[in-house]
């Protein structure tokens, strides 16, 4: 496939893409007019990558782990230095508190959603059903931004 498809299919900018291939992360075949030509597993390949940057690996730690990505998996590192070893081991002890992280946060998100979806305006806190709408100048009762409901009471919110 051509660039343009692959940066559509993994909504990647052609620059980077570009970038990537520079950095020796994939690799592209060139047609007899000189286009490049990506093969099929590079859209997955791409993503990987991405989603690597994303948790704060540089292109030079992705290198070298490309090989443990791919199936059938053969694992070989001939440059597998101390150094490397500490720096894999940091970014792994590093991406599984960002996983905690994310997962508390995920947690309480849901808790408020769940909430939020449950709650009910007439028999929430300081409510009285008979006040809700009242008042001329009313803005409207019901979730507000937020996702907090409230009422308007005497034209006052």
């Known amino acids: 496939m051509r660039i343009g498809e692959l940066s559509e299919r993994t909504g990647t900018?052609?620059?980077?893409?570009?970038?990537?291939?520079?950095?020796?992360?994939?690799?592209?075949?060139?047609?007899?007019?000189?286009?490049?030509?990506?093969?099929?597993?590079?859209a997955d390949r791409v993503l990987q990558i991405r989603g690597l940057l994303d948790a704060g690996l540089p292109t030079r730690i992705i290198r070298q782990i490309l090989p443990c990505l791919?199936?059938?998996?053969?694992?070989?590192?001939?440059?597998?230095?101390?150094e490397m070893i500490a720096t894999l081991e940091r970014e792994r002890d590093r991406m599984t508190e960002r996983i905690a992280c994310l997962v508390h946060n995920r947690d309480a998100i849901a808790e408020?959603?769940?909430?939020?979806?449950?709650?009910?305006?007439?028999?929430?806190?300081?409510?009285?059903?008979?006040?809700?709408?009242?008042?001329?100048?009313?803005?409207?009762?019901?979730?507000?931004?937020?996702?907090?409901?409230s009422a308007s009471v005497s034209g006052v919110a």
């Open 13 to 42: 900018p052609r620059r980077l893409l570009r970038y990537y291939e520079e950095q020796g992360l994939i690799a592209a075949g060139r047609s007899p007019n000189g286009y490049r030509d990506y093969d099929e597993r590079f």
């Open 70 to 82: 791919d199936k059938p998996r053969e694992i070989y590192f001939p440059d597998a230095t101390p």
């Open 112 to 149: 408020y959603l769940d909430a939020v979806l449950a709650y009910d305006p007439g028999t929430g806190p300081g409510s009285d059903s008979s006040d809700l709408g009242s008042g001329s100048g009313d803005s409207g009762s019901g979730p507000q931004p937020g996702g907090l409901a």
